[in-house]
């Protein structure tokens, strides 16, 4: 079977990204926590505006590492797995995990498998946000079975961790 697999990462601004928007986008998020219909629309669209800035900036090792150690991970997986490891951000950066999935599913797999290094319970994005997008790749791509590889097995973290622990000792 063809199998594709999206490595879904957290994402952050870029460094040279506008402080002042990056202010905005915060304060902006708040807002529409208690906004009302009408003032929701206005607050909505600027949000927006400034995510597709944001997750559309130019990326480089220097101005955005965590963008550049996610490619790092990709490829590393891809090599470890024999396939090509497509990444999805939840936020800040291109492209998000809906588009990667979708990337993923123009290659016609039988199977698309999405993974976070999101390990522990409690986040809003390893437990809301990617689920949401795995279930609405299913509704959009119903001949292709995706998978969410996620919850890990704390004993494995726990053990995943205590040998980087021992590396040190």
Same mark, same amino acid.
């Given at each position: ?8 990462? /957290? ?19 708040? +807002?529409? *926590? ?5 003032? +929701? ?7 927006? *505006? !400034? ?7 130019? +990326? ?16 590393? #997986? ?5 396939? *090509?490891? #497509? ?15 979708? #990337? ?7 199977? !698309? ?11 809003? /994005? ?14 959009? @791509?119903?001949?292709? *079975?995706?998978? @969410?590889?996620?919850? @890990? ?17």
């Amino acid at each position: 079977m063809n199998i594709s697999v999206v490595l879904a990462m /957290h994402g952050v601004p870029p460094k040279e990204f506008p402080k002042k928007e990056i202010m905005e986008l915060f304060m902006l998020h708040h +807002r529409l *926590e208690s906004a009302g219909k009408f003032e +929701r629309q206005a607050l909505e669209k600027r949000r927006d *505006e !400034i995510e597709e800035k944001m997750r559309n900036w130019p +990326r480089t090792a220097e101005n955005d590492p965590f963008f550049a150690s996610s490619q790092t991970m990709a490829k590393r #997986l891809g090599e470890v797995l024999g396939k *090509e490891v #497509l990444i999805g951000f939840n936020e800040f950066c291109a492209p998000s995990i809906e588009e990667a999935i979708d #990337l993923a599913a123009a290659k016609s797999p039988g199977k !698309i498998i999405v993974i976070t290094p999101m390990m522990t319970a409690g986040g809003i /994005h390893s437990e809301e946000d990617i689920p949401r997008a795995v279930e609405n790749a299913k509704k959009n @791509y119903p001949d292709i *079975e995706i998978v @969410y590889a996620w919850p @890990y097995e704390v004993s494995e973290i726990a053990q995943f961790l205590a040998k980087q622990v021992k590396r040190f000792i």
